[in-house]
């Protein structure tokens, strides 16, 4: 990678470039993860507060920790399996790898398969690439902002869009393992809406694929769990917006997202819906 400072934003190429990079690196953190996987063995501990930790985790985000030294030598990561640095610190990057090595570890340890990597290239507290990768059914999302959106599926690469709403029922997708009272408030305003329930960053990739109108996230997440999705939807045409419907960032001094949507485009007019 070059030495010298280049904005992200004006440098499709660059971005390509580390995008491709990015891709290989969630691949090996893949392999990692459903190597454990196959043994039924996960080591199951629990963080403070109660999330989930098994050996996929610690060995996705060894693999991708070193995977982005190699490619970026000198650039912080900021991974939710790594001990974070101060704000102090944090608040002078300008450009960081945000990174989630297992989103969905309860999904993991269920089997059922929905669980992904994440990993965002942040510059000015916005993702300007991301990469989604599902090891169980080999699907891997993957956007840059320049570049567009693309979905690869059985050796196949397909540029993706949100498909936005366009009349009759509402295509819903929503938390399998996170839902609560304020989501049930919010369907309950919605007649006649088709609600899928989907594991980890997954849902919000579905949005950016035209699959699903919307998708609510009225409970807690983390900077790392949305980054990476949050480029992949905006890059094919859609939006992930607070309740405000500003735009999320990242690198807050809170690493706690705001609750949020994420719609196709045009997007679903929800605000009405919301208490």
């Known amino acids: 990678m070059p030495s010298k400072y280049i904005n992200l934003y004006e440098n499709p190429g660059l971005q390509e470039e580390l995008l491709n990079e990015a891709v290989s690196v969630a691949g090996k953190a893949g392999e990692a993860i459903l190597e454990i996987y196959s043994t039924g063995d996960f080591g199951t501990t629990f963080k403070e507060g109660g999330s989930p930790l098994t050996f996929a985790d610690e060995a996705a985000n060894k693999a ?3 995977g982005l030294a190699r ?9 939710e399996e790594s001990r ?3 704000y102090e610190v944090r608040k002078g990057w300008k450009r ?3 990174v989630d090595p297992l989103d969905g570890t309860k999904e993991f ?3 059922n398969g929905e669980f992904t990597v994440n990993i965002a290239l942040i510059e000015d507290g916005r993702p300007v690439l991301g990469v989604v990768f599902a090891p169980v059914p080999g699907i891997t999302y993957f956007a840059s902002l320049k570049n567009g959106a693309f979905k690869t599926f059985k050796g196949g690469t397909e540029p993706i869009s949100a498909a936005g709403y366009s009349g009759g029922p509402l295509k819903i997708v929503g938390s399998r393992s996170h839902a609560g009272p304020e989501l049930e408030r919010f369907l309950s305003k ?4 088709e609600f899928v329930s989907m594991g980890s960053s997954l849902k919000l990739c579905i949005v950016a694929e035209g699959k699903a109108d919307l998708y609510p996230r009225l409970g807690p997440t983390m900077e790392w769990d949305t980054a990476a999705a949050d480029c992949v939807v905006e890059a094919a045409g859609g939006a992930v917006t607070d309740l405000k419907g500003e735009r999320l960032r990242y690198n807050k ?3 706690l997202n705001p609750f949020f949507m994420v719609a196709g485009s045009p997007p679903f007019p929800w605000q009405g819906l919301i208490d």
């Open 64 to 66: 991708i920790t070193e």
């Open 71 to 79: 490619i970026t030598p000198g650039l912080p990561i900021l991974s």
């Open 84 to 86: 974070a640095e101060p």
């Open 96 to 98: 960081f790898w945000l």
């Open 109 to 111: 340890i269920k089997r």
């Open 190 to 193: 919605i007649d006649g809406a």
């Open 253 to 255: 001094e809170e690493l």
